[in-house]
Nanobody
Framework: QLQASGGGVVQAGESLRLSCTASERTDFHTMGWIRQAPGKGREFVAAISWAGTKTNYATSVKGRFTISRENAKNTVYLLMNSLKPDDTAVYYC?????????????????WGQGTLVTVSS
């Protein structure tokens, strides 16, 4: 089970850090974040390899968001800087067992409940 937290309401330009803690070990899992904006489909945001040595980002967030993980805590983070109104969405934590790094939403088979991020202009 994946439990995400950290969402909230912020103004454009501000920062938020999302956290996601798994109820089981995620050492050998690629972890990531997917988001869904109101009225839109789901969008891949970021992923990190099992050892934390490789990361992938959507073009829309590259340079602003940073994904990281602490395997000892079974936790993955998403630090979101310079937030924009277009970043408003429900953010979902996702996981997939394997030694690869996810590059798209379809790479994940386990999902947590979402946490809502609202960015006002």
């Amino acid at each position: 089970q994946l439990q995400a937290s950290g969402g909230g309401v912020v103004q454009a330009g501000e920062s938020l850090r999302l956290s996601c803690t798994a109820s089981e070990r995620t050492d050998f899992h690629t972890m990531g974040w997917i988001r869904q904006a109101p009225g839109k489909g789901r969008e891949f945001v970021a992923a990190i390899s099992w050892a934390g040595t490789k990361t992938n980002y959507a073009t829309s967030v590259k340079g602003r968001f940073t994904i990281s993980r602490e395997n000892a805590k079974n936790t993955v983070y998403l630090l979101m800087n310079s937030l924009k109104p277009d970043d408003t969405a429900v953010y979902y934590c996702a996981a997939q067992k394997g030694l690869f790094i996810a590059t798209k939403e379809a790479d994940f088979s386990s999902w947590g409940q979402g946490t809502l991020v609202t960015v006002s202009s």
